[in-house]
């Protein structure tokens, strides 16, 4: 079982909205998954109950929420947080995502070390995204505290809520690519766009799009697909939801590959 978590130093950074996206994708790539929510606005714990009540076709017969996707409340005590995982564990759960609160890094530090991953979104923002560096840098104070032997989380940054311009620049591979890219977006905006490219970051990037607007409404999108395509929903609609479905599956490959490899390398040390 994998545990994932998300933290930012600022609040309304994406984390709950990345949670949203990877549990898609999980589901999409056939995973049971769990989401722990730990902050006090529940977006988390009524995920469903949102979903239910979400104002759909009423024409349409509802997609019932995924057998393979479960919510929790956080317990209080970290204690009975490793407790629960080791639960979940047993019953067969792939994958548990620790939805965390805003804060200061210290009070997520128990959360953060209970974690085999922690994604840090980064938004395009002059004023956010320079703060994916100094976490980055409290990341590796952290980990250098913990006992030898003790097992480290290893921290990637997520790229999310890009404009297509910023999506097409930061994923230009050709110079032609990069020049057309370039030219779409003004001079004062670039620096910011070279500075996420350097960023240990996951290689997915996410669009900001609709779909993941609207998640915490809908449910995960493999549900909002399925309820939306029974009502009114156009095959345009259906291309819409493929796209952002596939990008949600590329963002759990990408976590699932991020710890398998760092597990490998360090089986191989222990090896040597
Ligand atoms: N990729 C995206 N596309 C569109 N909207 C997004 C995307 N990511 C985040 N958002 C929007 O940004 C806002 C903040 O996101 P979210 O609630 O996930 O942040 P958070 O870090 O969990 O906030 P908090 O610190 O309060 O827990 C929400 O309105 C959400 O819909
Ligand atoms: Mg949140």
């Known amino acids: 079982m994998i545990v994932v978590t998300a933290m930012s130093t600022k609040g309304g950074s994406g984390k709950t909205t990345l949670m949203m996206a990877l549990a898609t994708g999980l589901l999409e790539r056939g995973m049971r998954v ?26 349409a017969p509802r997609v019932s929420w995924p057998d393979a ?4 409340v956080a317990p209080v005590a970290i204690e009975d947080v490793y407790s629960q995982l080791n639960e979940l564990e047993s019953k067969g759960v792939d994958v548990v995502l620790l939805d965390n609160r805003p804060g200061n890094l210290e009070e997520n530090e128990d959360v953060v070390l209970a974690a085999d991953i922690v994604l840090l979104p980064v938004r395009p923002e002059h004023t956010d995204y320079q703060m994916a560096e100094r976490t980055l840098r409290w990341a590796e104070a952290t980990v250098a505290t913990l006992e030898e032997g003790q097992p480290a989380p290893i921290f990637r940054c997520v790229v999310t809520q890009l404009s297509t311009p910023f999506y097409n620049l930061l994923t230009a591979g050709t110079p032609e690519e990069i020049a057309r890219a370039t030219a779409k977006v003004a001079n004062a905006d670039r620096a910011m766009i070279d500075f996420l490219r350097q960023l240990p970051c996951l290689p997915t990037p996410i669009r900001d799009t609709k779909q993941l607007f609207r998640i915490s409404a809908t449910g995960p999108l493999t549900v909002a697909r399925d309820t939306f395509l029974n009502g009114q929903g156009t095959a345009r609609h259906a291309h ?18 991020a710890v398998r490899a760092t597990n490998k390398a360090a089986g191989e040390m222990a090896d040597a």
């Open 34 to 59: 769990h989401i722990m929510d730990f902050d006090n606005d529940s977006q988390i714990a009524l995920w469903e109950q949102n979903s239910d009540r979400f104002a759909w076709d009423e024409t």
């Open 240 to 257: 819409v939801f493929k796209e952002d479905i596939e990008m949600c599956a590329d963002l759990a490959d990408d976590v699932m590959d």
């Open 69 to 72: 996707l479960t919510l929790s």
